[in-house]
């Protein structure tokens, strides 16, 4: 079984790859690009306590639902066969046995994992989902689509440029391909990195101590019904299964009982005992079986208070930064009326309370203007997406971060509803304007108007010289102007503004 397993977690692996890879506009995949997210529990949870909740995006997460109750009935299994993160993780500490110290099946911080989850939960009553960037499916995607993706790609690049003379010759060709970077993409390759480093210190250290996600499969499959049986008269107390346990689910002092809740079902157990006294299969016997999770009654409260003390100050304006006017969130995030028409734009907190933080738009924007949120938003707004028209702009027949993202914070939308969503405001400074300057300053330029998609850049007759001037009416604040405009210094002559803070 331990052999099965590991195909499993290669082939579960392999496909979450391939859907991300394909991430990318026009999205063509027969399965939803986002299945992985949409099978997340913790995701799902964080949206449906939120105040943003609509049965329309609860819906979306029916995969999750799925997975929590075969949890239920059949225990952790995901964390030890699905998960990407996993496999990965389990892929590093192979490869950093040689420097890892002594595996311990001692307490650990176990309970530091379900501290996290609360935290994480109590902040999203208030909308504010604090820690949800930590879930190991958003934070594998993210990796993937931000930090790998590109560093691949310019790794080909690279490869292609230095090998050119060896191939001119044999008429061989590599094209280079186009490479978006993102703000963050290096940090969230370092923080990938970190946790698979984790693995010097013992195996599964990220699963056993930090995960979130795992805390709250683990709480939920306790008493699951797939658990580990010892014969008690058979076991020879060698504990081995105690040393080999990767997630520390046996107690060396009583290696005849499990930690249910930190059992993932990896088999190793099994292949250890040399009497083989040890076996999983369905049980619904007490004996052996401990259910309890490590997360104390006070450690409960403090983790309960935190989350909602910041989400609280958070929802009430304390300590949210005021919306900067150039803070422009992507087409889809927007709602529908009863008949499916378009409403309005999402407000700032619907979106944030209903956003992953995944990179799914990121990597699905044709263009690279999606990029992560740092500062600018606060901290609640931390990795939610933000169009930056200077990197690059919404392009008029792309519709793929609708369609890409999980949690409904981006509605799918088509193509000719995009006219209709106007997410910015395209505004004209005439101080640093070429077209708009007087006297021998003048110099005519046209190439707002040239680049704009939607014809909402006119030219008027000004003192017998041409002038350009936006239509409010049709600007959609796609930022294609702003990103054509020949001005760069101290900033562009046309700013695109977010519809709230237009001027």
């Known amino acids: 079984m331990r052999r099965v397993r590991q195909t499993v977690q290669l082939l579960a692996l392999a496909l979450f790859v391939g859907l991300v890879w394909s991430t990318t506009w026009p999205l063509s995949t027969q399965v939803p690009?986002?299945?992985?997210?949409?099978?997340?529990?913790?995701?799902?949870?964080?949206?449906?306590?939120?105040?943003?909740r609509s049965w329309q995006t609860l819906g979306l997460f029916w995969p999750a639902l799925v997975l929590?109750?075969?949890?239920?009935?059949?225990?952790?299994?995901?964390?030890?066969?699905?998960?990407?993160?996993?496999?990965?993780?389990?892929?590093?500490?192979?490869?950093?046995?040689?420097?890892?110290?002594?595996?311990?099946?001692?307490?650990?911080?176990?309970?530091?994992?379900?501290?996290?989850?609360?935290?994480?939960?109590?902040?999203?009553?208030?909308?504010?989902?604090?820690?949800?960037?930590?879930?190991?499916?958003?934070?594998a995607t993210r990796t993937l689509g931000t930090a790998i993706h590109p560093a691949l790609g310019l790794g080909y690049n690279g490869?292609?440029?230095?090998?050119?003379?060896?191939?001119?010759?044999?008429?061989?060709?590599?094209?280079?391909?186009?490479?978006?970077?993102?703000?963050?993409?290096?940090t969230s390759g370092l923080m990938f990195l970190g946790i698979l480093g984790l693995g010097l210190i013992s195996r599964r250290y990220w699963c056993r101590n930090l995960c979130p996600l795992g805390a709250l499969l683990g709480f939920a499959g306790a008493h699951g019904l797939?658990?580990?049986?010892?014969?008690?008269?058979?076991?020879?107390?060698?504990?081995?299964?105690?040393?080999?346990?990767?997630?520390?689910?046996?107690?060396?002092?009583?290696?005849c009982t499990t930690r249910q809740a930190e059992c993932i079902q990896c088999y190793d157990c099994l292949d250890c005992c040399r009497p083989a006294a040890t076996d999983i299969r369905l049980s619904s016997g007490s004996e052996g079986l401990d259910?309890?999770?490590?997360?104390?009654?006070?450690?409960?409260?403090?983790?309960?208070?935190?989350?909602?003390?910041?989400?609280?100050?958070?929802?009430?304006g304390v300590i949210r930064r005021p919306h900067p006017d150039r803070l422009i969130r992507p087409p889809g995030a927007v709602v529908r009326d009863g008949s499916g028409a378009l409403s309005r734009l999402m407000t700032e907190s619907e979106f944030r309370a209903r956003c992953l933080r995944c990179g799914q738009c990121l990597k699905a924007c044709p263009t690279g203007g999606l990029q992560p949120c740092v500062v600018e938003a606060?901290?609640?707004?931390?990795?939610?997406?933000?169009?930056?028209?200077?990197?690059?702009?919404?392009?008029?027949?792309?519709?793929?971060?609708?369609?890409?993202?999980?949690?409904?914070?981006?509605?799918?939308?088509?193509?000719?509803?995009?006219?209709?969503?106007?997410?910015?405001?395209?505004?004209?400074?005439?101080?640093?304007?070429?077209?708009?300057?007087?006297?021998?300053?003048?110099?005519q330029?046209?190439?707002?108007?040239?680049?704009?998609?939607?014809?909402?850049?006119?030219?008027?007759?000004?003192?017998?010289?041409?002038?350009?001037?936006?239509?409010?009416g049709r600007c959609t604040g796609c930022g294609i102007c702003e990103n054509?405009?020949?001005?760069?210094?101290?900033?562009?002559a046309i700013i695109v503004y977010n519809r709230v803070n237009s001027r």
């Open 33 to 52: 690009v986002s299945l992985f997210l949409r099978l997340d529990p913790l995701a799902g949870l964080a949206v449906a306590v939120s105040p943003a």
């Open 68 to 139: 929590l109750g075969a949890t239920v009935a059949l225990g952790r299994f995901f964390c030890g066969w699905l998960c990407p993160l996993g496999t990965c993780i389990d892929i590093g500490d192979r490869l950093l046995k040689r420097w890892r110290r002594r595996p311990t099946a001692g307490p650990g911080l176990r309970w530091l994992k379900y501290a996290l989850l609360v935290t994480t939960l109590a902040a999203a009553l208030f909308g504010v989902p604090l820690l949800l960037f930590l879930d190991p499916l958003c934070l």
């Open 159 to 186: 490869l292609a440029l230095a090998s050119e003379p060896l191939r001119s010759p044999l008429g061989w060709r590599l094209d280079p391909v186009p490479v978006h970077l993102f703000r963050l993409g290096v």
């Open 226 to 255: 797939w658990r580990r049986v010892t014969g008690g008269e058979s076991c020879t107390a060698c504990r081995r299964c105690a040393t080999e346990c990767k997630m520390g689910a046996i107690p060396a002092d009583a290696p």
């Open 291 to 316: 259910p309890e999770v490590s997360l104390g009654r006070r450690q409960f409260l403090a983790a309960t208070g935190l989350g909602a003390t910041y989400g609280l100050l958070t929802a009430v």
């Open 378 to 443: 606060g901290l609640d707004g931390f990795y939610t997406p933000r169009l930056v028209p200077q990197v690059g702009w919404c392009e008029q027949n792309c519709n793929a971060c609708g369609s890409a993202c999980p949690s409904g914070a981006l509605a799918p939308f088509a193509i000719e509803e995009k006219r209709r969503i106007q997410i910015g405001l395209a505004e004209i400074h005439r101080d640093r304007c070429l077209s708009w300057r007087t006297g021998g300053d003048y110099a």
């Open 445 to 472: 330029c046209t190439i707002c108007k040239e680049y704009c998609s939607y014809g909402a850049i006119d030219l008027v007759s000004d003192q017998g010289q041409l002038r350009p001037v936006v239509r409010r």
């Open 484 to 492: 054509a405009c020949p001005v760069r210094e101290p900033d562009r």
